[in-house]
């Protein structure tokens, strides 16, 4: 049987990016993204709010992308996959975190002049400066949607092959 790790976060930057970089000289950043879940609570009718934070790391070229545009409040979009390391705190107990490894990541929003834009990735990152944020004062207009003409079923055969 087949199995999936996979996480698709939206939220915002609860501190500014840290950068590092690895002996092998590749960068790693860590952020920690905030998420909120509302709700109206059924017995009470009162509003309900609970917040979760995910730390996440960036490796290689995304990495140097996420320390570079990335700030504190930023809204984010991050796939990843879990990780789970085991590590010993200062009173010698051990202890186990849960991560996301970053493999794609889109700022979203304009919080601090940032813009939306193509997803990023590892393996698609094709060397290069990204473009640098955007800070038009108003967003451009949208042209009209086209009118396409409707659908012609008639001219489809009956025989359908399954």
């Known amino acids: 049987m087949a199995s999936l790790n996979k996480v698709q976060i939206i939220g915002n930057l609860g501190r500014d990016p840290e950068t590092r970089y690895m002996p092998s000289g590749d960068a790693m950043t860590s952020i920690t993204v905030a998420t909120t879940e509302n709700w109206k609570d059924k017995a009470t009718g009162e509003k309900k709010e609970q917040t979760e934070w995910h730390r996440i790391t960036f490796f290689g070229k995304l990495a140097e992308i996420a320390g570079q545009y990335l700030k504190k409040g930023s809204q984010v979009y991050v796939e990843g996959s879990l990780r789970t390391r085991k590590y010993t705190d200062k009173d010698g107990v051990e202890k ?25 990735d590892d393996e698609s990152y094709g060397g290069g400066a990204p473009s640098a944020p955007r800070q038009s004062a ?22 359908i092959p399954f």
């Open 96 to 120: 186990y975190a849960t991560d996301i490894k970053a493999d794609t990541m889109q700022m979203l929003g304009s919080r601090q002049g940032m813009g939306g834009g193509a997803p990023m």
């Open 138 to 159: 108003a967003p451009a207009p949208r042209p009209a949607p086209a009118a396409r003409p409707a659908p012609n079923f008639s001219d489809m055969d009956d025989d």
